[in-house]
């Protein structure tokens, strides 16, 4: 890559004499010590000259040049680029285009102006070793990000992001960086209260005492709760203890003024820490329950989201409003909320929340409504969150951020479509295990059908199946000949061997029909908490995108004050901002761990326990066989249970399964635009029980 030749004689071509005249002034230079030099050039840049015509990139942050313009270098970068000052502007030019002028001061006396002009113009007397006017080829130049010098973010917009809904931005992170914040020191903060009370009088009887001591550690408790400290990892230091929310007993009720609402229980447990010797039997958890509504849950995920913006709150489940009182639903809508409340206990940080604290224990609704307004009217935590994170110093590395983050973000991906392929095998598994217990029904139906000469009717689920009967499989003549009078599957009187296979058979069948209603039960049951379930490892990507966001601005942000421009402030708060973010990841970690090792064992503990109740009810049955029962045999068969639903046997999974309710992040699908005017004009122009006349039009 080169750039074309100028005509302008920009000193280089210059006679022998002049060329002389520079190595004798050389001497005078090299007295300057190389100190001196080098904290001259420091502070004001060393001068220089274009030698040759440039072209730059202004994309690039390159400057234009003209031969002979007067530079100023700031500084030499590699690969063969300087950072320069030309007239004012500031950008890159290639070393090779110029050359300093530190040493050009002025002609010799002795040569007078005519002389000058006349060694300049002439070029038989240029010197061998000089440059001619074809300018060298360019280093390809590949400075990154312009980290050498002020960007348009900082010389624009002061340092702020262009982007003013991004996470970093919403979250006060970019505030806390550029800005910082003022802590509340805890003395102010906790006896705030203590200066603007009047001293109670000595004949009181100390209540005033002890109300004003008991606002003051109310205070200080709330004061705590704002203090977060990330330990060496970096991870969440945990200041309380993990407890147990359970939302139970869901309760439909009336107002006057609202209107029907459905109240759940909602318990705390908390269980007494053991010794680890201690070998006596757990002692019971103490229990707190509260009744809450559904906007309830609203206020605590609003005020937390205002009050800790620097975390992966979970998504809370969306209002509905058809349907909302159906049992399914009502249901669907408990584990939600349970879950909800589970992943917020687990954080190491919001469950030491006020708020928090306020809604698993205020059980006056007097002194809810008087508090709830409180909690709203606090102003959003903001930068002052990042304020009271406290970290190692100096704990933050630039590559292992940067490498942290790209893993992370990849590995969620991976488990977002990993689970969402799961949640949808899962209930491939339920619709199988359904009819799974529809064949096992038909199974018992036909062998007991088989040994009471009773007929099963035609209700399989499909015409096609393989176990559709012909209507002429019994005869009409009946039982007879079939079955003895003793129900016996037997032609012959008192015959005890076929009375015992007969019995046995109808048990076997029996056996056969409880293991279906197994399969059922798990497919309506245990398989669809452990469908839910799946929900609250569900988009993990989209949970934790704001703090993925948040991190990888303030790693730039990080970069450039460490690198470039270096403000060891901004570069501290960055690394407050980062040890926040890889917190949640470490978070996420732990109750990754934590929730696939519970939704595995729950799995397979409910299959054990399946195939287990399958298996002892089978064996019972297979027993009958091998041990027999002398007085039994002489007794006649007595009508099985299931042997009324032969005329009407239960060959549907009905009612159908119950599939969980979608994730607040699953991609629900819309109506086209068009098909949804055209339906809102229909409905307008159309009369009663007659279509439209422009419905063809639409």
Not at 147 to 170: A, D, E, M, W, Y
Not at 498 to 515: I, P
Not at 628 to 644: L, T
């Amino acid at each position: 890559m080169s750039r074309p030749a100028s005509e302008f004689d920009a000193g280089i071509n210059a006679s022998t004499a002049w060329t002389e005249h520079l190595e004798r002034g050389a001497s005078f230079h090299q007295t300057l010590s190389d100190d001196e030099d080098s904290e001259l050039e420091r502070e004001h840049g060393r001068p220089a000259r274009a030698l040759y015509d440039f072209d730059g990139k202004p994309e690039f942050r390159e400057l234009s040049l003209t031969a002979g313009d007067e530079l100023t270098i700031i500084k030499e970068l590699q690969e063969g680029w300087s950072l320069a000052n030309c007239a004012g502007e500031v950008g890159l030019v290639p070393k090779s285009y110029y050359i300093f002028t530190a040493e050009f001061k002025s002609s010799p006396s002795t040569i007078s102006h005519s002389r000058q002009r006349t060694i300049t113009d002439s070029e038989d007397v240029t010197p061998r070793t000089s440059p001619r006017n074809t300018p060298p080829p360019l280093m390809p130049q590949a400075t990154g990000d312009w980290i050498h010098f002020p960007n348009f973010r900082q010389s624009l917009l002061g340092g702020k992001s262009l982007n003013r809904f991004s996470s970093f931005v919403t979250t006060g992170a970019e505030d806390w960086v550029l800005n910082g914040s003022e802590e509340i020191p805890q003395e102010a903060f906790s006896h705030s209260r203590d200066h603007s009370r009047a001293q109670p009088d000595e004949d009181d009887n100390g209540e005033e005492e002890e109300e004003q001591d008991d606002a003051i550690a109310r205070e200080r408790a709330a004061f705590e709760a704002t203090r977060h400290f990330v330990e060496a990892g970096p991870s969440w230091k945990s200041k309380l203890p993990p407890f147990r929310v359970l939302v139970h007993t869901p309760e439909k009720r009336t107002n006057a003024l609202t209107g029907a609402y459905t109240i759940y229980h909602v318990t705390s447990l908390f269980y007494p820490e053991r010794a680890d010797d201690d070998h006596a039997p757990p002692a019971p958890p103490t229990r707190v329950t509260v009744h809450r509504r559904f906007s309830h849950f609203v206020f605590l995920h609003t005020a937390l989201s205002r009050r800790l913006p620097g975390i992966a709150l979970p998504p809370l489940p969306e209002k509905q409003y058809a349907g909302r009182f159906s049992q399914e639903f009502v249901e669907a809508r408990r584990g939600d909320l349970e879950r909800y409340l589970g992943r917020i206990v687990r954080h190491p940080v919001a469950r030491y929340a006020e708020v928090v604290t306020f809604f698993l224990s205020c059980e006056s609704e007097q002194e809810w409504r008087r508090l709830v307004p409180q909690h709203m009217n606090l102003p959003p935590a903001g930068p002052s969150f990042y304020a009271r994170v406290f970290h190692p110093a100096f704990n933050v590395d630039a590559d292992e951020a940067r490498l942290a983050i790209e893993r992370f973000d990849a590995h969620t991906h991976a488990v977002k479509k990993s689970v969402q392929h799961l949640r949808s095998s899962f209930g491939k598994f339920r619709t199988a295990r359904a009819e799974m217990s529809v064949a096992q029904r038909l199974m018992s139906y036909s062998f007991l059908s088989l040994v009471t000469a009773t007929p099963v009717a035609k209700a399989s689920p499909t015409p096609d199946e393989e176990f559709e009967e012909e209507e002429d499989l019994y005869p009409v003549v009946g039982k007879k000949g079939a079955v003895n009078t003793h129900g016996a599957w037997c032609w012959r009187e008192n015959c005890e061997e076929c009375l015992r296979l007969t019995k046995n058979m109808q048990h076997m069948a029996e056996a056969m029909h409880d293991v279906a209603s197994m399969h059922e039960r798990n497919a309506r049951d245990a398989a669809l908490a452990a469908h839910e379930s799946l929900k609250d490892v569900a988009h993990p990507d989209a949970l934790y995108a704001p703090v993925m966001e948040t991190h990888r601005a303030a790693l730039s942000r990080y970069q450039d004050a460490s690198s470039s421009h270096p403000d060891e402030d901004v570069a501290a708060r960055c690394e407050t901002v980062l040890n926040t973010t890889m917190a949640e990841f470490e978070t996420y970690h732990a109750q990754k761990v934590e929730d696939f090792e519970r939704l595995a064992t729950q799995h397979l503990d409910a299959e054990i326990a399946l195939y287990e109740g399958a298996a002892a009810r089978l064996r019972q049955a297979r027993e009958a066989f091998d041990y027999a029962d002398p007085a039994d045999d002489s007794r006649p068969r007595e009508p099985s249970k299931i042997e009324r639903e032969l005329p009407e046997p239960r060959l549907r999974v009905d009612p159908p399964l119950t599939m969980p309710c979608p994730h607040v992040f699953d991609s629900a699908p819309m109506r086209p635009v068009s098909v949804a005017i055209q339906e809102g004009v229909g409905l307008l122009m159309s009369g009663a029980g007659r279509a439209s006349v422009f419905g063809k039009f639409w």
